[in-house]
């Protein structure tokens, strides 16, 4: 525990009030109903602590909306204390010398024993801890509503084969199969799980970390586009432009059979006050029960100019690794905690299976993937690449020998 903090326990305090009051500018995109309870856990933690919290929330899903805004604040000098940046992004901004080490709270709270080094390694810049993870989330699953499948007489599908039987099923019993967002990080998101389902978590590497030329053209990556524009028959045409937070509310209602998201997803079907095995299902995503595709959410440091925020900002570094913010804060954002040494008790069944294949295919070293259209997998430049062919592919009558062609033409532009 950082030692002000302990000198205030020690002095009677209950909470880790600071000498020293000072102010922590968070950046983040958390706006849905299920993010915004969780970012809520950490200002109330930051507040008791006897600092101060701004809210610097910056909407869009996935992101993108809240990085321009981060650069452009960073370029006028300006960056906040904390912001929600993740995976390569993580190693830009630390080449570009913003970010502030964490070390010291990190060795008084043993983060490198507490943390797997699949989460640790993505926190730290040259061996420095400069980020603070506050959760993984599993992007590779699929949210179901339930009644609807069972009063269309259809099962949940465990293949790609099954899917598409039970997307035609659903669709001629007159519900709509698949609530889709269609925003480029969205397509890139159910894109992704495609490829996975295709061609496994070895091909998933060479795509998407390696960037392997011939496995980008490859007949598998032309079957995993053929396999993606089937996604387009099943979903409404209120697609285009929906936030993926609207998606999951369709489910929610009944209105539509089933989403593609990551488990952001469950926090909103939480917020819903709605139980997971009755009122909604958690499964993997068609054919990939076995690979886990990681996506870290975290907030990295930017360097600030008073010894007072800086002591707001590593007091808050440290709370988020604590146990109490990484239960409560994943209870309601639907992920599991960076941390795999807590006691699960109070986590429902998908958290309690998503930890499951998280640990074991951390342990064999196979299956565990890092998500491209999470910023896991790549730089920000060959993700926007990816984001733009997957998206206009989506969204012509493109060939899929040519989406294939054209992503590894974008993928190698963009190196
Ligand atoms: C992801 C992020 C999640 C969730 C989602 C939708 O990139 O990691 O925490 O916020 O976007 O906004």
């Known amino acids: 525990m950082f030692k002000k903090s302990l000198i205030a326990m020690a002095m009677g305090g209950t909470m880790a009030v600071s000498a020293q009051a000072g102010e922590v500018e968070v950046l983040h995109w958390w706006t849905s109903g299920g993010e915004a309870r969780s970012i809520a856990v950490l200002k109330e933690m930051v507040e008791d602590a006897g600092h101060t919290w701004t809210d610097f929330a910056v909407a869009g899903g996935g992101g993108e909306n809240a990085y321009t805004v981060l650069r452009s604040r960073a ?26 080490s964490l070390d010291d709270v990190a060795d008084e709270n043993n983060w490198d024993a507490v943390l797997p080094s699949v989460v640790a390694d993505v926190m ?25 499948f069972a009063d269309a007489g259809v099962d949940i599908p465990t293949n790609l084969d099954e899917l598409w039987a039970a997307a ?13 967002g269609g925003q480029p990080w969205q397509d890139a998101t159910t894109f992704e799980s495609i490829v ?9 590497n060479d795509v998407f970390v390696e960037m392997d030329q011939a496995a980008l053209e490859s007949d598998t990556m032309v079957e995993a586009f053929e396999e993606f524009r089937k996604v387009n028959d099943y979903i409404d045409r209120g697609a285009p432009g929906r936030d993926w937070n609207v998606a999951t509310s369709m489910v929610i209602r009944g209105e539509a059979a089933m989403q593609f998201m990551g488990d952001w997803a469950k926090g ?12 909604y299902i958690c499964a993997p995503f068609p054919g990939t029960a076995d690979a886990f595709t990681f996506n870290i959410d975290s907030l990295a440091m930017f ?3 008073t010894a007072a925020n800086a002591e707001a900002q590593m007091t808050m570094a440290e709370l988020v690794l604590s146990p109490s913010f990484q239960e409560t804060f994943n209870l ?5 905690p960076a941390r795999t040494d807590l006691d699960m008790g109070k986590f429902d069944d998908c958290a309690l299976a998503s930890m499951e294949t998280f640990k074991s295919t951390a342990a064999s070293g196979e299956g565990l993937v890092p998500s491209m259209a999470h910023g896991m ?13 997957v998206t206009e592919f989506f969204n012509s009558d493109m060939s899929a020998e040519d989406g294939a062609t054209r992503l590894a033409r974008a993928v190698r532009a963009a190196q």
Not at 196 to 204: E, K, N, R, S
């Open 75 to 100: 370029v006028s000098g300006n960056p906040p204390a904390a912001a929600q940046i993740k995976g390569l992004e993580i190693q830009e901004w630390g080449d570009l010398g913003f970010l502030a």
């Open 124 to 148: 730290k810049h040259d061996g420095d801890y400069v980020a603070a993870p506050v959760n993984v989330h599993r992007v590779n699953w699929m949210w179901a509503n339930p009644a609807v």
């Open 168 to 180: 035609e099923e659903l669709q001629a019993a007159g519900v709509t199969p698949i609530a889709h």
């Open 196 to 204: 996975l389902a295709v061609g496994g978590a070895d091909f998933f």
């Open 268 to 279: 909103e079907f939480t917020a819903a006050n709605m139980t997971p095995g009755e009122d």
């Open 303 to 305: 360097k600030q100019r």
């Open 332 to 336: 309601n954002k639907g992920s599991i």
């Open 377 to 389: 997998s790549t730089t920000s430049t060959i993700q926007g690449a990816i984001y733009d062919t």
